[in-house]
């Protein structure tokens, strides 16, 4: 960090600034190109590529930078660097992308603290599958889940894509190789999250993904908006909506744990959208405001209201579990939830199995506070319950997802953009939860509000789009 609590750019492949001079030069004319409507795929195709392109990276040799310290009080801007790195070669099936924005989310503040595991770990794992896949493992790892963007180069094998294609890509990465992962991809042995279990993520200025993770860009939306939905929006459909998930029907009361936050917000969306009834549950007023502006009618507090589910570290109160329980029956009239949407983990589990209604699911696809849940089971045999694991989407929900923003019916959850020299400082403000719904990074993209493509569109769903970004009444 230098004075102004910058992060440095310090290169990290690449010795030679004439180098890094060149590199800004080719990025420059792959930006003229994407800023300038005229550009054919032909144009975009030969466009030199650079040699190198600043990405935001953590290093190998500081996977244990942080032992000692508590998860919670590491700090992503001390393990974030942004700097120079080559431009992977392009393998089979795969795509090269001109990255204008990207998003911070969880699995960033996972990786920069290091914890539960260095992503270094499955880099490792990754490398060992094929040649193709050792280029992953590297001392440097590229971060980021999210992009929207612009195809500039298509590996052997691609034909649905061109390059000038404006895109967003999802963060499914799957070898399908197995039969396992022929009826659901997420069941691929080798699936994995782009941009956290492998390398060359959306952080960056360029990134490489498998052609098959690419969508449409929402034709409506700027760069950092369309950056900001994908890994979020996608985990939400496919935990809530699909059937390899919740199911949720219309009528259902469905308890949103983190309702304003990355995955919640989408939920309370999908609720809404559905004809469900969402219970959102937030910690400030602020974050209230966020869920009744989407049009959550019934929201808990749980930081005024004060629900304290553990007595210590090992003991849980099951009177707190009545007291939020009876709480949910109050703004429903009488009625328990059909389906609790569950990402805290550790901290509201035993919570979340007790007040689900008879018969009712329980659908996890993350303990943020902690793995290794306890609750009681006799709430949950005893009364018919179901839980349900959840991770990601296959590509399938994605594109569901992803057409659903595209035809303006779920809207981004955007409140804040940084730029790529602040992503340190962007996932520190995820990680202490100080953010509400999604935060944007702008990668080339010069300036927010570029890149919107249908003006009618955007008119129409422009208050909806910018409702994590207005002061909302309290
Ligand atoms: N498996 C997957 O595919 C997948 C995908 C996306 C995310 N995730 C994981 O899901 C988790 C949430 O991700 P996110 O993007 O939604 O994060 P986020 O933007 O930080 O939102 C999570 C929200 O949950 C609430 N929360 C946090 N700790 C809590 C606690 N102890 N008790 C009650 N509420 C709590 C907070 O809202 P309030 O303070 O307002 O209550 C917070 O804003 C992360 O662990 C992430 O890694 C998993």
Same mark, same amino acid.
């Given at each position: ?247 949720? &029907?219309? =009528?259902?009361? !469905?308890?949103?744990?983190?309702? @304003? /936050?990355?995955?919640?917000? +989408?939920?309370?969306? *999908? ?86 209604? &008879?018969? =009712?699911?329980? !659908?996890?696809?993350?303990?943020? @506070? /902690?793995?290794?849940?306890? +609750?009681?089971?006799? *709430? ?91 002061? !909302?009444?309290?």
């Amino acid at each position: 960090m230098n004075d102004d609590g910058h992060r440095v750019i310090r290169p990290y492949m690449l010795a030679f600034a004439g180098l890094q001079r060149k590199a800004a030069v080719a990025m420059q004319a792959i930006l003229d190109a994407i800023q300038d409507p005229g550009s054919s795929a032909g144009d975009f195709a030969a466009l030199p590529l650079p040699e190198g392109y600043r990405a935001v990276t953590l290093h190998r040799d500081e996977e244990h930078m942080f032992d000692g310290l508590e998860p919670g009080d590491r700090d992503p801007r001390t393990s974030l660097h942004l700097e120079e790195v080559p431009v992977p070669e392009l393998g089979l099936g795969e795509a090269l992308i001109a990255v204008m924005a990207s998003s911070v989310n969880y699995n960033t503040v996972w990786s920069s603290i290091f914890s539960p595991v260095s992503t270094f770990a499955f880099l490792r794992r990754y490398g060992r599958l094929s040649p193709l896949t050792a280029r992953h493992d590297l001392p440097y790892h590229v971060v980021g889940s999210d992009l929207a963007g612009v195809v500039l180069r298509t590996g052997p094998g691609v034909t649905a894509w061109k390059p000038g294609e404006e895109v967003v890509a999802h963060c499914l990465s799957v070898e399908l190789e197995s039969a396992d992962g022929h009826n659901d991809t997420m069941l691929d042995p080798e699936q994995r999250i782009w941009g956290y279990e492998t390398n060359f993520g959306g952080l960056a200025e360029l990134a490489l993904v498998k052609a098959n993770q690419l969508m449409p860009k929402p034709k409506h939306l700027t760069w950092e908006e369309a950056a900001t939905p994908g890994l979020v929006n996608s985990t939400a459909f496919r935990q809530l909506v699909s059937d390899n998930g919740a199911s949720m &029907k219309q =009528g259902q009361n !469905v308890l949103v744990w983190g309702a @304003s /936050g990355g995955l919640g917000a +989408y939920a309370t969306q *999908y609720a809404l959208a559905g004809g469900a009834i969402p219970v959102c549950v937030v910690s400030s007023e602020r974050k209230a405001g966020l869920c009744r502006a989407m049009g959550a009618e019934l929201v808990i507090n749980r930081a005024a209201e004060g629900y304290k589910f553990w007595k210590d570290e090992k003991t849980q109160d099951p009177k707190e579990w009545k007291r939020f329980g009876a709480r949910i029956r109050e703004l429903t009239g009488g009625e328990d939830v059909d389906i609790v949407f569950e990402h805290p983990g550790r901290d509201t589990f035993g919570a979340s199995v007790y007040l689900t209604r &008879k018969g =009712g699911t329980i !659908v996890t696809c993350a303990s943020t @506070s /902690g793995f290794m849940h306890e +609750y009681d089971n006799r *709430y949950l045999w005893m009364s018919l319950k179901k839980i349900i694991g959840s991770h990601f989407a296959n590509y399938r929900e994605a594109w569901q997802a992803n057409r659903l923003i595209a035809k303006g019916k779920i809207h981004p959850t955007m409140s804040a953009v940084y730029p790529l020299e602040q992503t340190g400082q962007a996932a520190l403000d995820v990680h202490r939860n100080r953010h509400h719904g999604k935060v944007g990074v702008l990668c080339l993209a010069p300036r927010e509000g570029l890149g919107v493509r249908a003006p009618e569109l955007r008119a129409e769903h422009l208050a909806k789009i910018n409702r994590f970004r207005e002061p !909302v009444a309290a």
